[in-house]
């Protein structure tokens, strides 16, 4: 397990994009196709891009919440480079869209539903933590923000 | 460092595969937007699947080889479970990509450039190695097979 560094605190701005992102998963829950996970991107406290996830809406396993997201921002800025962006999601990033904000340059994550709370399928490889991902640098991540919104989507679950 | 278990050998059909994909990997190099990463997906020993890394022509980073293929193989086959259809790439797959393998129920891959032989760049963590992500369960991940005919497309290049 790598050392945690102390992370810049959730400012009101990613507390309420979180709020948002949790009302869009509660929704989608009740839509066709759609899973009850939806992630945010935030540029200079501004969103510049929301997604669900789409996995069963495109057919497409790696079209997680976070993965649209990035995919959206990095056309909105016309760049695959998101760096200074502010990843905001229901659910701790699994080890897919942790790779994927590391491509991007995303250093900072802010996420509802943690890993130890909710059912092991929203994971790849279990025996890795979110620590394992840090690789002890500049990258924070801040889990369990407004949890109780969304972990009964989550907490349940076939394996 | 989770021990290995003893891989089914590479098929033929595996090995040209393996091959087509580099040819590909070798021509995408000079084709615009591209990038020489090639993968292909095989079911039954068939390709269902073909795709290069698309980030740049996509303008999307989660577009690697890889997870095109696996996105165009849930397609072809209806469904996001691609149990039993084993991935083929150029370069050892990073993280992201195992991930999603992981997720799409993909359990092979055989590829060529490994990551002690290629530029740091293509992972996204590099203090976690391919046997981080074996879990010690019944994947099997075959490198450096025909290693020699794309090294040189991977072995430099910045960080």
Redesign the interface.
Same mark, same amino acid.
């Given at each position: 397990m790598?050392p945690e560094s102390t992370p810049v605190p959730v400012s009101p701005t990613e507390h309420t994009a979180l709020v948002e992102a949790a009302q869009r998963a509660l929704a989608a829950r009740d839509q066709s196709g759609k899973s009850g996970i939806a992630a945010a991107i935030l540029r200079d406290g501004q969103t510049i891009a929301e997604a669900e996830n789409e996995?069963?809406l495109?057919?497409?396993?790696?079209r997680h919440a976070e993965?649209v997201a990035?995919?959206r921002a990095?056309?909105v800025l016309?760049?695959?480079d998101?760096k200074g962006c502010v990843m905001i999601s229901t659910l701790q990033p699994?080890?897919?869209? #942790?790779?994927?904000m590391? &491509?991007?340059g995303i250093r900072r994550v802010i996420f509802a539903a943690t890993q130890g709370r909710v059912a092991a399928k929203y994971f790849?490889?279990?025996? #890795?933590s979110l620590d394992? &991902?840090r690789?002890?640098d500049d990258f924070d991540a801040i889990g369990g923000v407004c949890e109780d919104l969304v972990l009964h989507l989550y907490a349940t679950g076939e394996e």
């Open positions: 790598m996995v069963h495109q057919g497409d396993p790696t993965m990035i995919a990095a056309e016309g760049t695959t998101l699994c080890e897919m869209c #942790l790779a994927a590391r &491509f991007a790849a490889f279990p025996h #890795l394992d &991902f690789h002890g």
